[in-house]
């Protein structure tokens, strides 16, 4: 059974830093890439970063590009989300998901809440 | 970056009866190796997305064959027929061809 398990949110102060994991299972994770989706509060989806199976390929929606890095270690089967100089507009629940392209899998998500 | 626009925003319907939704991208969404990655996820209420229908209009397993996915290049429908109590929740179409990846805003579907 393919599971995909967030972890590593919490209430972080504008400005601080974030480090988001996600742990794969049940699938061969160094044959997929990978996504973080993010949801505000009450809103919709939004599309954060992609990587391909061997972190050739990275892409990053506009809103984050310079702040977070996606990296991922198929050793340990586990992708993150380096999240630096956060914003209060960047509180939101944010999963990962399989397949770069048609999101296959979704995780349960990890809540990221920026204010002071 | 591609804009995906889904009508309704909302829908209201009873149980039996059937529902579609819209959505309609600004570029075509036909990728260089001929696919078009155009995807459907629904999300009920409290709970994570989870996909139904991936490349237009194939079903994802354990995905009730009342659901359907059709269209082609910018023009794209989800329909439900006999809708049931269980596909309460908002329904998004999301687009992987192109980066940015792009989703609609969603449907929310509330059984009247």
């Known amino acids: 059974e393919v599971q995909l398990v967030e972890s590593g949110g919490g209430l972080v102060q504008p400005g601080r830093s974030l480090k988001l994991s996600c742990l794969a299972s049940?699938?061969?994770?160094?044959?997929?890439?990978m996504n973080w989706i993010r949801q505000a509060p009450g809103k919709g989806l939004e599309w954060v970063a992609s990587?391909?199976?061997?972190?050739?390929?990275?892409y990053y929606a506009d809103t984050v590009k310079g702040r977070f890095t996606i990296s991922r270690d198929n050793a340990k089967n586990t992708l993150y989300l380096q999240m630096t100089s956060l914003r209060s507009e960047d509180t939101a629940l944010y999963y990962c998901?399989?397949?770069?392209?048609?999101?296959?899998?979704w995780g349960q998500g990890v809540m990221v809440t920026v204010s002071s | 970056d591609i804009v995906m626009t889904q009508t309704p925003l909302s829908l209201s319907v009873a149980i039996g009866q059937s529902a579609s939704i819209s959505c309609k991208s600004s570029?075509?969404?036909?990728?260089?190796?001929?696919?078009?990655?155009l995807n459907w996820v629904f999300q009920s209420p409290g709970q994570s997305p989870k996909r139904l229908i991936y490349?237009?209009?194939k079903l994802d397993s354990g995905v009730p064959d009342r659901f359907s996915g059709t269209g082609s290049e910018t023009d794209f429908t989800l329909k439900i027929s006999r809708v049931e109590a269980e596909d309460l929740g908002v329904y998004y179409c999301?687009?992987?061809?192109?980066?940015?990846?792009?989703f609609g805003s969603g449907t929310k579907l509330e059984i009247k």
């Open positions: 490349q237009v209009s």
């Open positions: 570029q075509s969404l036909k990728y260089s190796d001929g696919k078009t990655y």
């Open positions: 049940g699938f061969t994770f160094s044959n997929y890439g």
């Open positions: 990587i391909s199976s061997s972190s050739s390929y990275i």
């Open positions: 998901a399989r397949r770069r392209m048609d999101f296959d899998y």
């Open positions: 999301c687009q992987g061809s192109y980066s940015p990846l792009t």
